[in-house]
Each structure stands twice: as C-alpha cells, then as structure tokens.
C-alpha cells in the first residue's frame, strides 16, 4: 500500500497526464481530504529518524484489513524528541492509501520489557499525537510479576486516563496478541511469520521516492519545454529559423535523454522490490511490497506515456519548424531569383538593335546566345525552384497561400523570358534574312561593276569583242533573278517589324545602287549592240563605169544634169563614213568616261572588302581576347581550380597575361564601335586610328611584358590547370598562342591601312590614311625600341632621366682620342668595334650586343652598356672623306672623335637628320634663353659663315638646303650658337675675323655647344684661314636695328640674299 503515498504526491502534478487511483472515486471522508492537502514528508528527509525504528511500518493488517504500526520495545521512547516522534508518525501513516487508512490504524505497542509507569507515558503520548484514524490499540504490557500486577492495579484505578475514542486492549501475551492479528502478519517479534527487515524497507522507500520525485521533475521539465515550443513565434529568415529549430532539437534530446534516465531508474528499482522473489520461490510477498511494485510500475506506466505523448508534440512542432525552414529557403531563393529574372528582363529589354550589317547581325545573335546560356542558370533554378514549392504544396505545407502565388509568378517570369529571347531570336533571323539578302545583291552589284571595269573598251569595238562582252552582260544579268531585290514593296511588307529608320535607308540605298547598276548594264548593252550592229552594215554603192559616159559622144543637158545629180550623191554618200567615224569616237570617249567611273566603283569595292576583313578581324580578336581573360585569368582566381595551379604560378597573373585586359576593354568598348561606325565610309577609318593613336601606346607596355611572360610560360606550359583550361575552352592551340595575339594585332593594322591607302588615293580620307599609317609604324617602331631598350645592362643611371628613345641601331665604330696613346690611334683605323647606339633626347649611349639565347622572346639580345655623351657637348661630322655610310661624332670640342659606319647610306642619313634635330632644338632653348642678353651687346646683324673657304661641294650642297628651309630657323642645317660675334666696326656685313675657320677642334662640326658652325664637312677639305660667305640666300637669326641712316635694318625671319663679300669683309 505504500506506493499510494508516493503516488499522490507525483501524479497530482505530473504533465498533462490523467492520474489513477484505486478505490471508489466517487466518495472522499474528510480524512482523505486531511491527506491530500498536507505536504507528504520523504524518508531522506527523516532517514535518521526512521533509522532508530521505535515504529515501523511492517506491512502487516488487521482482519478487515487495518494496517498495522508496530512500537518495539524501545528502552529510549521517552526521550525521543516531540518534532522527530511528530514526524515518523505523520511519514507512517501518510504511506498506506486513503482508502486503507480510512478504516484506521492497529497499533500494536510491545512493552514487555519496561515498566508500566513508561508503559503509560508510552501509551499516553501515543494517543495524544497520533495524526490518522486509530481502531485499535494492543498494548503487550511487562511481563514481570511484579509489574504485571502493577499494569492490572494502576489500569483499573486510572481508566480515565485512557479515555480515546479507540479501544486499548491490554494483552498480557503474544498467543493473546494473535486472537486479533493473525501470525502471519505480525513480525517475528511478535511471533509471527511476516518477514521484515527494516533497513531493506527503508532503502525501498528512498529509492521509490527518489523515482517518484524524479517522474514529477521529468514530468514538470516536459511541460515546461512544451509550453516554450508552443509559445515560440516562428522566425523570418533562414538563419534564425536554423537556429532556432537547432536549439529546440538539442534541447528535445536532453529532454528525452532525462526521460531516459527515469526510465533506466524505475526499471533498476521495480528489479529491486523482485529480487527477493527471485531468490526464493516460498518467499511470501506482503501488501506493502505489492504496493511499492506496482507504485513503480505506474510511475513507469506515466513515463512512458509521457514519453509518447511529448513525442507525438515533437514530431508536430518539429514538422512546423522544418516547414517554416523549407518556407523560409523558398522564400530567400525566391527574393535571389526573383532578382536575377528581373536583370535578365531588363536585359533582354534592351537587346532592341536589329544590326546595320550581316556581321553586325551575326554578331547580335551571338551576343543574344550567349546571354541567353548565362541567363539559363537563372531560369533553370527559377524553374526548379518553383517544382519545390509545388512540393511543398503536395505535403501539406501550411503556407500554401504564400507559396502558390510565387510559385505562378516564378512560372510567369521564366515563360516571359522565353517568349521574349524567342522573339528578340526570330527579330534577329529576320534582319539575318534581310541582311543575307541586301549583302547578296550588294554583292552581285559589285561584281557587275567590276565585270563592266573589266571589259577592255578597245576590244569591244571589234564585232567579235562587242558580241562577246553582250553574251558575258546577258549572262550575269540572268543571274539577278536569284540574287537582286526583286520588289522593294514586298520588302516593305515582309519585314516590316524591323524596319528602322536606319535599316529602311540602307535598303533603299541597295535598291538605289541595284537599279543603277542594273540602268548602267543598259547602256553598256546599247553601246555594245550599236557597236555589234555597224560591223554588219550593207557595202558603200559606187559610182557610174566611164563606159556609159563615152557612149555619147554629145551628151544632152539632162544627161549633164543626170551625171551632176550622180555625182551629188556620191559626195553625199563619201560624207557618210566621216559622220558615223565621228560618232565612233564620240562614243570612244562616252565609253572612257563610263570607264573611269567604273574604276572608281571598283576601288569603292575594294576598299569595302578591306574594311569587311579589319571589321571581322577585330571581332575576333576582341572574342580571342575575351575567351583568354575568361576562360583563364579569370580561372585563377577560382577557389575550385587552386588544386591544378602550380606554386610558380601564385600571383602571377599579372606577370602571364600583362596588361591584356586594358587593351580588351579599348578595343571591346572604343575602337571596334568607331570602326563599325565607318563601315559605310571606310575611307574615313584613318580618322579612327589617329583619334586614339595615344590608347594604342598600351601595346608598349604589354611587349615589354612579353619576355617576362614568355619565361614564365616555359616554366609551367605543363601545369595541370592550363591544361583543364585549354580542354573547358576547346582550344587547339595553347596559351602561349594567344598570348601572341596582341603583338600579331597591332602589326596586322599598318599592313590593312597600306591596303586601304592604295584604294583611296584620290578620296576625302588619303591624308588621314597616310598619317595613320605613319603613326602605326611609328608606334611600331617605339614597341621595338623600348624591346631593345630594357635589354640594356650594366647603366648605372636612370634611363628615363635621358629622354624619349628616338632611334637606335648598330654600326662599326672607329675611336680616335687627343688624349690617348698613340697606338690607339693607329689601331682604330683598322680595326672597328661592332656597337649599338641608342639616341636619346640627352644623350647617345655606346653598348655592345649580347649572342642570342633562349627561345622566343628571350632569343632578344642583351646589351652591355659601354659608355654615354651628353649630346650638350656633342658634335656632328655629317660626311667623311672616302665613305658615304660614314659620320663623326665627337665630343668636347673633339677631344674624342667616334666614327660611325652605319649599314647603308639611308639609315646614316636617318641617323644624322635625327642628331641634327636634337641638337637644333637645344640651340633654340640656349638661344631664347639668352636672346634678350644678345639684343644688348650686338650691334651689328649677324649672318651665318660658310663652312668652307671656296665654293665647295659641301658649301653648295649646304647653301641649297638653307635655301629650301629658309622659312623655318628652326631647320637651318648647320647653324647654332650659344654666342654671337662681334659686329664690324665699319660698313655693314661681317668682318674677316668675324667669321674666320681655325682647325676642327675649335669651329668644325655640328654640336649646340660650339660657337657658330657645327657642319665640319670641311675637315675633309683642304685649307685654313678665313673663309668667304657663299653667295645666296641666308636667314636673319636676331634682330639689327641700331645704326645710322645708312645701315641696313633688318629683323629676325627676314631672308637676304648675299651677292657678294668684299675684300675687307663687307658684304
């Protein structure tokens, strides 16, 4: 009966759970009512207690099934305090049901072996506090004589004191005690058979009690958690709903692992109260035992119910959060590809361009593939993602009212696209078709040009050349039934809905240059049938025989008058082949001029074909370019290929590919637009390239890069990652191929301009074509400059600090110093160094060339740099005696003499106009820089000096190239200065030591730092002394206007002309 107790106090608050008790359920005494409202004590809380054993609860009842409360014989019962005695007996009677303890208690009181004065305390204090009902009180008093008498006195003499509202029995012994408790279940004690042992008893209880409190826990922990899920607001947003679903999951699994733990106990504790069973069949099981087994078997009963029922709520709420989870994800992926479709939309929107051009078209339609396979990611997942929602919807998801709108809208967008790429795509085969047709008869219009250019006119006049030519025309005119624009009102209707402004005018222009094509062929025929025709003419008739005439000997005036008619007619008839010879020729000249118009025609063709190849071409190579950036440099940077990229290669890039995606974007986003802008002028596109002559200098950059490149290549050409590259792309060819594009372009461009200039001699566009042209190779040429410019080793300095590299070569040196030794001097007759000289703005530097190693681009040569002049101090020879291919450089006022061989005639006379030009505009800034200074000291006006004594070669040659510069000071060959001579103190002109020559090293030569002239041509002539001025034509260099009235004014610009120079310098 004992898992009653324990029972109340765990199932009255357990979960949700009904609760079962035994007994009639209908009818509560008041006692029961007492039960349920106190507060049942646990035996943990009064171990110690229930330890001194001066009660037990034995299990033990009464015939009508009272339960029995033995007091032992407990020498100390006096002394247990009121708060302990108040407490055991509350626990003993709190544990047999409310139905047995409604019938009352048995108290069985053995005190054998005391005295009868505590006999009455005992009895006394019993009665007193006793909490529950009490039927019957068994008193088993001393057995002693002595007492025995003295219990029978001392009770019949204080029967009041005992006054309860219960009986109390005093039994004298224990075969009396068994007339009102039947042996077996009394304790052994009391000579029964009930076995009982009250420390086992006492471990059941604490352990049932525990069990019960931990079910009451678990119970109370279970509904809580329930409450907190059914409390919990549903996130927005994937990461909450994740956390939130992890978080109750974790926590339903400590749940279930407490509930676990409970379950594990009860079955521990329900093996406990068997096991004494199990070790003895004849054991006999008492009410209590009973009692406390199937206390344990409810409680275990309730948990798993409980067990049950928070499974069945978990699945539900887990169900919940997994659908909100799914619902959330299905939103966030609509929110995602919502946008993306909106960017596709807007996209396709403006893909509104039709083309102007077959290639145009063919290029749209490519761009309108190729976006509509990247936009296929998109659509793809906005198709897949709206098959999940509709999934959703066949579970049962509880939002289906949100789900089912977006899952339409989604069907909605990805059906809009494809209509709209479907109708973009069928737009974009029309203008294809359209095209097609307009470039056919464009074309057959062009070969019938060139066919009437190609026919000879002289051939023509001949029967067999006129029927020949009409069999070729009348044959290519069957042909345009195949190829011309037939009706260009059909053409109207047919393609209507692409029919623009601008497409309507092209094909108009077509069908205009068609019908006039077609109206020349007519006359070409008409020429050459009147041509055919006259070979086929009737014979010229003839005159009458003499015969007839000398028949009559006297002929009468009729017959006079006959023959003057006769003769009339054959001066009419002679006119005849004059007149239509005449018109041959007039026809001759109509056919020539028709002829000339014809090869304009024929050069606008080929100019068009030239322009067709530079459009397709950079199509191409602006795709090469972009397939590179994507399908490999792009690569690089892709986390799912770091695996295939080989450590040589980590950041790297920029080293690999240079600065291709700069010229990319040029040409993507500038230069082919300007060029397809010219496709109707294509004489014009010179204008194109000299417009951005200045972007073009990015090609620099990337050929400087291209060794670095090139090495880097060769190091891992093997990698696996180009491999994987080269196989996504499908490409035939490697990297390092299309690594070469860029330097193969901008070579490409000079050979298609030449091909363009050659067409367009006598067009609007030949100056800008020509200057194009020369700006490509001069590009060309600095590419190639700077290529061997960074080959340089061994210079100290910065090469920047010396200028722009203007030219650069390699020639035969001779050295020829004042300072050194003798032998040198000699040696260098004879003996050349091979040296390459580059030619700055500041300086000319002195290397020598390197062997070739390597391959590709490391086949360049290296340089090792030797020496430098600062072209402040530098000199020129233009000619040495014996040699064309021969000039002098020399420097400080030649202390060191270098003669230079160059390979031809041509580069010499390159490299001396270029050193001329440097050291010409190094005199211009000392000149300005000193020219207020001059303006104070000269008085006299200052002319240049011949560079000979006599009227040389030289000087002739010289004076004839002032002659044709004279209006530019800036080109005067052979005349700076940094000082000016003195004036003449009498007349006016130069005085003889004004402009005499001393030896080379003081005025020979060409340099900016010398004081007069610098042409020493004449070292190679004989002579010294001072030299005459040349008569001719000379330039004033600074201004003279002070004097008297009879000297000549004069200002810098004016050109006089020398006639003569006297005898003391005047001229």
Known sequence: MAEKGASRGAGRRFW???????????????????????????????????????????????????????????????????????????????????????????????????????????????????????????????????????????????????????????????????????KSQLTEDLGGTLDYCHSRWLCHRTAIESFALMVKQTAQMLQAFGTELAETELPNDVQSTSSVLSAHTEKKDKAKEDLQLALKEGSSILESLREPLAESVAHSVNQDELDNQATVQRLLAQLNETEAAFDEFWAKHQQKLEQCLQLRHFEQGFREVKTSLDTVSQKIATFTDVGNSLAHVQHLLKDLTSFEEKSSVAVDRARALSLEGQKLIENKHYAVDSIHPKCEELQHLCDHFTTETCRRRELLNKSLELHSLLETSMKWCDEGIFLLASQPVDKCQSQDGAEAALQEIEKFLETGAENKIQELSNIYKEYDCILNEDLLEHVQKVFQKQESMQEMFHR????????????????QPVAPRPEALTKSPCPSPGAWRGSENSSSEGNVLRRGPYRRAKSEMSETRQGRTSSTGDEEESLAILRRHVMNELL???????????????????????????????????????????????????????FLRELESCIDCPE???????????????????????????????QCSDCPFFQECQKKLDHKLSLDSYLLKPVQRITKYQLLLKEMLKYSKNCEGAEDLQEALSSILGILKAVNDSMHLIAITGYDG???????????????????????????????????????????????????????NGEGYEKAPSYSYKQSLNMTAVGITENVKGDAKKFEIWYNAREEVYIIQAPTPE?????????????????????????????????????????????????????????????????????VGSSLPKAPEKGKGWSKTSHSLEAPEEDGGWSSAEELINSSDAEEESGVGP????????????????????????????VVEVVEEGAEGLW
């Open 684 to 714: 014009l596109v010179g204008r194109c390239f000299l417009e951005r002559m200045e972007e073009f200098q990015i090609y620099e950059k990337y050929c400087q890069n291209k060794p670095r490149s090139e090495s880097l290549w060769r």
């Open 524 to 539: 070409r025929q008409a020429s050459l049938k009147k041509l055919a025709a006259k070979q086929t003419r009737p014979v």
């Open 616 to 670: 397709d071409t950079e199509r191409a190579y602006v795709d090469e370019l972009l397939c590179v950036l994507e399908g490999y440099a792009a690569e690089m940077d892709n986390p799912l290929m770091a695996h295939l990229i080989s450590t040589g290669l980590h950041n790297k890039k920029d080293i690999l590919f240079g600065n291709m995606e700069e010229i990319y974007h040029f040409h993507n986003r500038i």
């Open 16 to 182: 949700s759970l009904p609760r079962k008790r035994r007994g009639a359920p209908g009818r509560h005494k008041p006692d029961e009512i007492m039960h349920q409202d106190l507060v049942p004590l646990c035996a943990a809380d009064i171990q110690e207690q229930l330890k001194k054993r001066f009660a037990y609860l034995s299990g033990g009842r009464g015939q009508d099934g009272s339960p029995v409360i033995t007091f032992p014989d407990y020498p100390s019962f006096s002394e247990i305090p009121d708060k302990e005695f108040q407490n055991v007996m509350t626990y003993l009677t709190s544990i047999p049901s409310l139905q047995d303890a409604g019938i009352g208690f048995i108290l069985v009181i053995d005190r054998r072996q005391d005295k009868w004065t505590s006999v009455k305390a005992s009895v006394l204090r019993i009665a007193a506090s006793f909490p529950a009902n009490l039927q019957l009180v068994l008193v088993l008093r001393p057995t002693g004589f002595f007492q025995r008498t003295l219990s029978d006195i001392a009770f019949k003499f204080n029967r009041d004191d005992f006054k309860m509202k219960v009986p109390v029995i005093m039994l004298s012994s224990v075969p009396e005690l068994h007339g009102y408790i039947d």
């Open 798 to 852: 910065n090469l920047g600090d010396l200028g722009k590299l203007l030219m650069q070569g390699s020639f035969s040196v001779w050295t020829d110093h004042k300072k050194g030794h003798t032998k040198v001097k000699e040696l260098a007759r004879f003996k050349p160094m091979q040296r390459h000289l580059f030619l700055h703005e500041k300086a000319v530097l002195f290397c020598k060339k390197r062997e070739e």
């Open 907 to 975: 580069i010499k006379a390159a490299w001396v106009s270029e050193i001329r030009k440097v050291l010409t505009s190094q005199l211009q800034a000392c000149r300005e820089a000193s020219q207020h200074r001059v303006l104070e000291q000269s008085h006299s006006l200052p002319l240049p000096t011949p560079s000979t004594t006599s009227p040389s070669k030289g000087s002739t040659r010289n004076a004839k190239k002032l002659e044709e510069r004279k209006t530019d000071p800036l080109s005067l060959e052979g005349y």
């Open 1027 to 1054: 030299k005459k001025l040349v008569p001719g034509k000379f330039t004033v260099m600074v201004d003279d206007e002070k004097g008297g009235l009879d000297t000549l004014a004069m200002k810098s610009g004016d």
